[in-house]
């Protein structure tokens, strides 16, 4: 196999981890609660081979998948990579046969016309079964223990189109809601929208158009509602056909943002309007009265992707967490917007079980220092809500921090009672650390370090399951 090249997503702790492992009873510093007993599974890109043409965008490497198992003060980790159909292809190989860039590369001519699929954007539990999600196809399933990969997922026949790589969980009724972008082909403007019920059945799927096709990442829901905004990171086939990129950033588009009551139909969904602006992610959202409040991750201008005419930013855009208010009894098709905090923040988490309703509490991965743009981040923030405090951890010594998950307490026990985990690379000893903080005062540093046996590449999403006695 050659050489990965000197790209920078390719490198330091972008650089893939090459290898597959079991690590039992593992170090730890400190003292894990002794009320913490589960799994953290994360997932991100880790590409098996290196590019074609040396031309590689971070969303595109194949998906590796960590498990953080916890019980009774010991932890294990284990990884596989989750093995789709272009992974075994590519194997079989020994080469890389799909294009990893978004500048409409063809890849090799033995895959054409099979679609890319990486599988490495998100990893949840639903219904008994662990799943591995990008937004641009089925989800993978895979062995909750040994990670094991068990093959596209298709709701029993009922569904095989695109899932989003963040569907909501409802934590009253256990249903999980999801969309799929593009979901009549690639450059459509049609989105997918589907319901399952806490079982894993299918119960609902439908289908509606947006005002464009985008790259639609993220969502949220209510109680009462689904809110899927259409940013203007546009996917334009005309533009594509001319050799133009595959996903640019639109001003001119605007920002649309579609709100559905759960209890209708996507012929019930109202468009609201706005100035253009991007969001990867969403903390939460929820009814007030007739209001609707949807806390977000904003940038002036979607990160990571040139314009229409293929021209990059200068540097790149920096965040800000806003709320974006809606007067759904209203004639009005805008909202007000309002910044809850200028830091420049992602990756936004809450205690799930408060998904949909209001919240107290956020917290957010964050770069204090030099921001050099999306993925590097020196501090994670706790915001209260209610009362405007926040509280911060540090790590100092150059350490890099990964997206915060919450794990609570008890399962009863009040909104934030709980854990913070993440992981941290450390760039001095090249070593990644699982980090277990009380999410109530993470400023303390650390309840518990556990040393990890290697480095864990820079990734995106990932999420705490609970053991159950």
Not at 103 to 125: E, F
Request: aromatic share 12%; net charge negative; charged share 25%.
């Amino acid at each position: 196999m050659r050489a990965f090249p000197d790209h920078p997503v390719l490198k330091g702790n972008f650089a893939p981890l090459g290898f597959e492992a079991d690590a039992h009873d593992l170090v730890v510093e400190g003292e894990i609660p002794r009320d913490l007993r589960g799994t953290l599974y994360r997932n991100g890109p880790n590409p098996q081979y290196p590019p074609l043409a040396d031309k590689h965008h971070w969303f595109l490497g194949d998906g590796m998948v960590h498990a953080f198992t916890i019980e009774d003060g010991c932890v294990s980790w284990r990884n596989r990579w989750v093995r789709t159909e272009q992974f075994e292809r590519e194997r079989a190989a020994g080469r890389r046969l799909y294009s990893s860039s978004f500048d409409g590369a063809a890849g090799d001519p033995s895959v054409a016309g099979s679609p890319r699929n990486v599988a490495n954007t998100n990893v949840l539990m639903h219904g008994g079964r662990l799943f591995a999600l990008d937004e641009g196809n089925p989800p993978v399933a895979l062995d909750a223990d040994t990670l094991a990969t068990r093959g596209r997922w298709t709701f029993g026949g009922r569904y095989a189109g695109p899932v989003t790589a963040h569907p909501k969980i409802d934590p009253k009724t256990g249903e999980m809601l999801f969309f799929g972008y593009m979901a009549a082909g690639p450059g459509s403007a049609d989105i997918a929208f589907g319901v399952v019920n806490a079982d894993g059945t299918l119960v609902r799927a439908e289908t509606f158009k947006a005002p464009f096709a985008a790259m639609v990442h993220d969502f949220a829901v209510t109680q009462r509602h689904v809110v899927l905004p259409i940013w203007p990171a546009t996917i334009d086939v005309a533009r594509i056909m001319k050799g133009g990129p595959v996903i640019a950033w639109d001003p001119a588009a605007g920002s649309h943002i579609g709100i559905m009551p759960r209890d209708g139909t996507v012929a019930d969904m109202r468009w609201f309007e706005g100035n253009s602006c991007y969001a990867y992610h969403y903390a939460n959202a929820y009814d007030d009265g007739d209001r609707l409040m949807l806390d977000a991750v904003r940038y002036p201008r979607v990160p990571l992707f040139p314009d229409a005419k293929g021209r990059s930013a200068p540097e790149e855009p920096r965040s800000a967490v806003v709320r974006f208010t809606f007067d759904l009894a209203g004639n009005s098709n805008g909202w007000r917007e309002e910044t809850l905090d200028d830091a420049a923040a992602e990756f936004p988490r809450i205690d799930d079980r408060f998904a949909g309703s209001k919240n107290r509490y956020a917290y957010f991965a964050e770069t204090e220092g030099k921001y050099d743009g999306f993925g590097f981040f020196d501090a994670l923030l706790s915001a209260d809500l209610a009362t405007g405090t926040r509280m911060r951890y540090r790590p100092g010594r150059g350490g890099l921090l990964m997206e915060p998950v919450f794990a609570p307490a008890r399962d009863d026990a009040p909104e934030g009672e709980g854990y913070i985990l993440t992981l941290i690379y450390r760039p001095d000893t090249n070593t990644s650390d699982l980090l277990i903080l009380d999410a109530m005062d993470i400023s303390r540093g650390p309840l518990a370090t556990v040393k990890l046996p290697t480095r864990i590449p820079f990734g995106f999403h990932g999420n705490w399951h609970t053991a159950r006695t």
